[in-house]
C-alpha cells in the first residue's frame, strides 16, 4: 500500500517519530509539538484542544491521536468527517508502546520499520536492575498529580533503577495531597521526588521547595515521557540526574 502522504498528529512524541520515520508526511501538528525543531508545518491547536475545523482544512488522509492524550469527542468529530485516525493505546511499559509505535509506522502510515526503531526496542527489552531509589514522581502541581499503576513513565523509571512507591495505586494518576506525599517520604516508603518538565514544568525554583527535606531529580520531561526517537538517548539523559 502507498505511503499515506498527508498525515496530522494530534501527539507531540507522535510528532517526532513520524517526522524522522516518515519525512514529508506531516501537514499539521499540534502548538507542543517541538521536536524536531526545525518543522515547519501549520499548528492545529493543542493535543486536548484541537482546532477540528484546522484539521479538516489540511484534507488529511490520516491523523494520528492517542486514547491518553486525545479527547475521544475531537477523534469522533473527525471520524464522522470522513478522515480516518490512528489512536494509539496509553502504553504500560517501553515495550508496549514501541510496539505501538511499529503497528502505527507499519500498518497505519505504510512505511518500513525505521531503524531507530529496532535500536530502541534492543536498548529497553530485558530485565530491569535492582531498584536503587523509590520516587514519588510528579506530573502535575495544583493538584499534585503523581506516576501511579501501569505507566510508560514508571516503566522508564524501573528499567533503569528507579521504584515508584505509587505502583500498587488502583489509579493510574493518583492525586494524593501534599500532607500524603511527605507521610509517604516520612515513613521512609519513598527517598526521592522526581519532578519532569514537562508536562508540568518543574523547575528550580518551582517544586523541589515542596519536599525540602528530600532529595529531588529535576529531569527531562520529553525523555521521561515521550514514546519515540528520544527513547535512544533517555536512559543516558535521565540516568545521571537520578540518584
Not at 6 to 23: D, F, H, N
Not at 161 to 168: L, T, W
Not at 205 to 232: I, K, M, N, Q, Y
Amino acid at each position: 500500500m502507498a505511503v499515506s502522504q498527508r498525515v496530522v498528529s494530534l501527539v507531540p512524541s507522535i510528532t517526532e517519530t513520524v517526522a524522522v520515520s516518515a519525512p514529508g508526511v506531516l501537514v499539521g501538528v499540534t502548538e507542543y509539538c517541538t521536536h524536531p525543531p526545525d518543522l515547519n508545518v501549520p499548528r492545529v491547536g493543542g493535543s486536548k484542544y484541537p482546532d477540528v475545523a484546522a484539521v479538516l482544512a489540511l484534507r488529511p488522509d490520516l491523523v494520528l491521536a492517542n486514547e491518553e492524550e486525545n479527547r475521544r469527542e475531537d477523534v469522533a468529530a473527525l471520524e464522522r468527517a470522513g478522515i480516518p485516525v490512528w489512536t494509539t493505546p496509553a502504553a504500560a511499559t517501553v515495550p508496549e508502546a514501541l510496539e505501538s509505535l511499529r503497528r502505527m509506522l507499519v500498518d497505519g502510515l505504510h512505511v518500513e520499520e525505521p531503524a531507530w526503531l529496532v535500536r530502541a526496542r534492543a536498548e529497553w527489552t530485558g530485565p530491569p536492575p535492582p531498584s536503587r531509589a523509590t520516587a514519588i514522581t510528579c506530573v502535575w502541581r495544583r493538584p499534585w498529580i503523581v506516576l501511579g499503576r501501569d505507566t510508560f513513565a514508571g516503566d522508564v523509571l524501573r528499567r533503569i533503577g528507579i521504584g515508584n512507591a505509587y505502583a500498587a495505586h488502583p489509579q493510574r494518576y493518583p492525586r494524593p495531597p501534599l500532607a500524603e506525599l511527605h507521610a509517604v517520604l516520612g515513613e521512609h516508603r519513598a527517598d526521592l521526588v522526581v519532578l519532569p518538565d514537562e508536562p508540568y514544568a518543574f523547575s528550580a525554583t518551582d517544586g523541589p521547595e515542596a519536599f525540602p527535606e528530600t532529595r529531588c531529580a529535576l529531569v527531562s520531561g520529553r525523555h521521561l515521557t515521550w514514546w519515540g526517537p528520544s527513547l535512544l538517548e533517555a536512559r543516558q539523559v535521565l540516568a545521571p540526574r537520578l540518584p
